[in-house]
């Protein structure tokens, strides 16, 4: 059975960083596309960023492109995604999302087969 866990997520001043993991198990992600999506309270998830199984294909939403990356470790099957000069409209919580057998990292939710539970972030003034 696969399992997608999220961490790192917490209570952050504007500004600041966090870095996100996705731990995966019970299948290796060395072939699987990862992404990462965000849901506001009482808003649509919404892609954030994805990358392939090599780490070289990345897409990400355009208006967090300079302050996010994505990043994955196959070896420890982990993916992660860095967040600097965090601001409000981040405050979200954060999933992350499998899907193997497929080249391209997909930016929509339906074409994610595995999902994890989410890890809140949270930004303060």
């Known amino acids: 059975q696969v399992q997608l866990v999220e961490s790192g997520g917490g209570l952050v001043q504007a500004g600041g960083s966090l870095r996100l993991s996705c731990a995966v198990s019970?299948?290796?992600?060395?072939?699987?596309?990862m992404g990462w999506f965000r849901q506001a309270p009482g808003m649509e998830r919404d892609f954030v960023a994805a990358i392939d199984w090599s780490g070289v294909d990345t897409d990400y939403l355009e208006a967090v492109q300079d302050r996010f990356t994505i990043s994955r470790d196959n070896a420890k099957n982990t993916v992660y995604l860095q967040i600097n000069s965090l601001t409000a409209v981040d405050a979200c919580v954060y999933y992350c999302a499998a899907r193997w057998a497929v080249r391209r990292p997909p930016v929509r939710m339906n074409a994610y087969d595995h999902w994890g539970q989410g890890t809140q972030v949270t930004v303060s003034s």
């Open positions: 019970g299948r290796t992600v060395g072939d699987a596309v």
